[in-house]
Structures are given as C-alpha cells and as structure tokens.
C-alpha cells in the first residue's frame, strides 16, 4: 500500500460555519477555548483506519489512537458489524436485576484472559469511573473486614488516574490537581519507577528495585491506615510516557501482601496489547486485587469499564443484607452495545494473532525511528509495545500547541505532554504509514527545531 502525505497549506485560517457552531455550543475537554479563536478545530466527518478525514477531504493519521482508545482502526467493518447485530436484539436493559448474553459472554472471556483468579466484573462507563469502584471496593473491603482504620490510598509521584473526585485524589499531576486540591482526599504518591529519574549509570531495573525500597518504607510505617496501593503499570501516561522495569510491579505485588494492603493495577491506558503482552502486569508475573480497564476494551467505540477482582473480595461482599453488598452503581452499566463491542475486540485480537503481528511492526517502527532516536533535539527515546515516546530539547512553553499544528500540516495527529512527543497508533497501521509517521516527525521536528 503507498501512502502520500500532501502537506495543508494552512490549518490557522478563519473558522468554517461548522467550526464556529462547535465553539458556540461545545466547551472542549483540556482546552482553554480562547485559543480557537485564532486557531480552528479541525471537524471530523468520518474515518477509515489510521486515518481521519476533515470536511474538506484532508486526512490526518491518528498517530494517539484518539486519546489512545482506538485499537483497530476507524470504521472497523468487523466491529461495526457487531454492534448492528446486537442493534436488531437489545441496545441496553439495565443491569440490576436483569442480565444478558453479551455482558455474560464478555465476563467469561476477561476472566479468561486475564492473570491469575480474577473472575469478577463490575462494569462501568469510562476509566475514571473504573478507579472509583476499585478505591471503593478496596474502602468497602476493609470496613467489611474489621480493619476500618484502613481508609487511605498510596499511589506513584506522576501517576494519573482520572478527573473525576475519588480518582483526582490518587493522581499526582499538578494541571489537573492544583484547581481541585480542596474538594480532594489526601493520598501519598511514593517514588516513580520511571527510568528517567534513575542517577547516571544506574540500570532501569536497579531504579526500580530502589523505587520499591521506598513503596516499602512508607507501607512499613503506614499499612495500618492504608486500604490499597493504586499504579499505572509499566507506563505512566499523562505525565509524559514514563516507562519502567517489570521487576517494580513484581516487588509491589509482594510488598503489599507483607502488609496487607490491596494491589489496583490501572491497565486503562496500557491494557489490550499497548505494552506487548495483553495485560502489562503480565510481563512481571503478578495478579492485582483489582484491575481496571477501559480503553481498548471496545477499541473506543462505546464507552465502557470494567474491574476485575477475586472470589477472595467478592466473598466479603456475599451476605444477607443490602448493606453489606458493594452499593455502587451506573445506568449504562454492561451496555449490550458496548460489551458487542468488546466481544468483537477479543475476536479480532484471537483471530489475527495480533500481540505477534505488533511485535513485527514495532521492530519495523523502531529501525525506521534510528534517524528520529538520533536527532540531536531528541533525548529519552523510548518504545514498550506498541507505545513510542521521547523528549524535544526546548524552553517554548507552546512547544506542545506548535507541534501539534505542524503535525496536521503533515497530515499527522500528534498531541504532545509538554516536551514529550508519543506515538499510541492504532494496531491496524501499515509499514507505509508508519514510515509517513516518522518520516513526518522528523521534518515537524527540524522545521521546529531550527
């Protein structure tokens, strides 16, 4: 397949009717609103694969799986057949109460292929919403169990793990947190893994093994008081793609059982492949308490969630009275639709062999990238799975809104964390497309840099 990549001669010009209905009655998620008014969104009418497609017939490789969600591509006829399926049956009854083949079918196959025991499903709407049912669970847990002094969280410096309360409490980035600060639950972040902070010629995994000397030192002091230990396994996300050895998760999974404290594994982001194994906390051979999913759970075609917990928790809730069941709910809770949707996801992962086929296209993307890792601006380049990132060398505080606007000059969607430019692409990207995506990087990159 060839690939050509016309550049736009302009992506600042003055805002089409359909973009300025949009800024009249839309407020955009992480905006601020004021900068449309001299740059315009970008109107989406329909995609194809990696690719979007604007109103005037442009197309922008989705370089970020729009907000690392989109696992198969745009418009995947496998997926879309699904859902019209389930459309002719059911679109949602609620879960209280009633059940149905698609939710039951889904639970089956996660629990399936998922670590260890974990074969319990509580289902929600989106990843924020997945966190608060394991920090409530986890809470619920301990009251349950007697140890009601246990109601306090520890989670990683740079982790995130959504916006809404309960989840804002456990991230530990500022942007996000400072606004809120006292709506919030005090939380402790302990040392990242993240091999970036690591001293000079100290090894990835000699970092980690002294990040978890520290996770050690604080549950040794605060376990009574502390309910669950809260990580975004292998790669923290929202603060720039940190990436760190599996060893960390593997010492946390027995430092938390040392002191009782529960073990929730944010696999949002990083879950379904991203890392190259199915589920990151594989690769250090470990099963959480809880582990929360959404994302790729439907390749973003619906929003749904899901935690996954053992008979161990699930038992404590087992009782007589509503009071001791884990009262916590959602209207769209196992959305037939959804789980429609997710079923197709893991036929196709079954089907296409896709954790081997994404191990040949990162070995392609990585030996492309040389010129991209070599790049005298570039520093930290970094690759696990199917997630690519690296640091720009720069003092411009828009470096960040400038890159993205040269990216959709290349026909490419980037959105860089600051100075840290990521690629999270769809699984379905072609050689070709993943050499137009270098290929324009670089030229972003020297057009920027110089």
């Known amino acids: 397949m060839s690939v050509t990549n016309p550049t736009l001669e302009s992506t600042a010009s003055a805002a089409s009717p359909f973009q300025q209905r949009s800024l009249q009655s839309v407020w955009h998620p992480c905006t601020q609103m004021k900068s449309h008014e001299t740059f315009p969104l970008v109107p989406i009418?329909?995609?194809?694969?990696?690719?979007?497609?604007?109103?005037?017939?442009?197309?922008?490789?989705?370089?970020?799986?729009?907000?690392?969600?989109?696992?198969?591509?745009?418009?995947?006829?496998?997926?879309?057949?699904?859902?019209?399926?389930?459309?002719?049956?059911?679109e949602h009854v609620m879960l209280a109460g009633f059940t149905h083949e698609p939710v039951i079918k889904l639970s089956e196959r996660l629990k399936a292929i998922t670590p260890g025991d974990l074969g319990h499903c509580f289902y929600a709407s989106d990843g924020a919403s997945a966190t608060e049912i394991a920090l409530k669970m986890s809470f619920h847990y301990w009251q349950l169990a007697g140890k009601t002094d246990k109601t306090q969280f520890v989670s990683l410096q740079n982790d995130y793990h959504g916006e809404t309360l309960g989840a804002l409490s456990v991230t530990d980035v500022a942007i996000f947190k400072k606004t809120y600060a006292s709506l919030l639950r005090p939380c402790a972040h302990v040392m990242t893994p993240d091999w970036r902070y690591a001293d000079k010629g100290e090894s990835a995994e000699d970092y980690a093994l002294r990040a978890a000397d520290a996770l050690e030192t604080h549950l040794a002091q605060h376990h009574a008081k502390t309910a669950a230990l809260i990580i975004e396994p292998l790669v923290q996300g929202a603060m720039g793609m940190g990436m760190y050895h599996p060893v960390y998760l593997k010492r946390a999974r027995e430092i938390c059982d040392t002191y009782q404290v529960h073990l929730i594994t944010d696999e949002i982001a990083v879950g379904f492949g991203r890392t190259g194994t199915m589920f990151a906390c594989e690769q250090a051979g470990i099963t959480p308490d809880f582990l929360c999913l959404a994302k790729g759970l439907s390749s973003g075609y619906l929003p749904i969630s899901v935690v996954l917990t053992t008979d161990a928790v699930y038992q404590n809730f087992y009782g007589d009275t509503p009071a001791h069941a884990f009262l916590h709910s959602h209207t769209h809770t196992g959305n037939a639709l959804a789980c429609r949707a997710a079923l197709a996801v893991l036929d196709i992962f079954e089907q296409d062999n896709i954790l081997a086929t994404n191990k040949t296209k990162a070995t392609h993307l990585n030996h492309a990238a040389t010129a991209l890792s070599s790049h005298p601006k570039v520093s930290n380049f970094r690759n696990c799975g199917m997630i690519w990132a690296f640091e720009v060398e720069t003092e411009d505080l828009r470096f960040s809104q400038q890159f993205f606007q040269a990216g959709l000059k290349q026909r490419l969607l980037l959105r860089p964390l600051g100075n840290t430019v990521y690629f999270m692409p769809p699984y379905t990207i072609t050689e070709d497309e993943i050499d137009l995506l270098v290929n324009g990087t670089l030229h972003i990159l020297d057009s920027l840099c110089n």
Not at 55 to 76: P, Q, T
Not at 78 to 89: H, P, S, T, V
């Open 45 to 90: 009418v329909r995609g194809k694969g990696v690719w979007l497609y604007d109103a005037d017939g442009n197309g922008y490789l989705d370089a970020i799986g729009s907000w690392w969600v989109n696992l198969f591509g745009h418009a995947n006829p496998r997926i879309n057949a699904a859902i019209n399926d389930q459309l002719e049956k059911v």
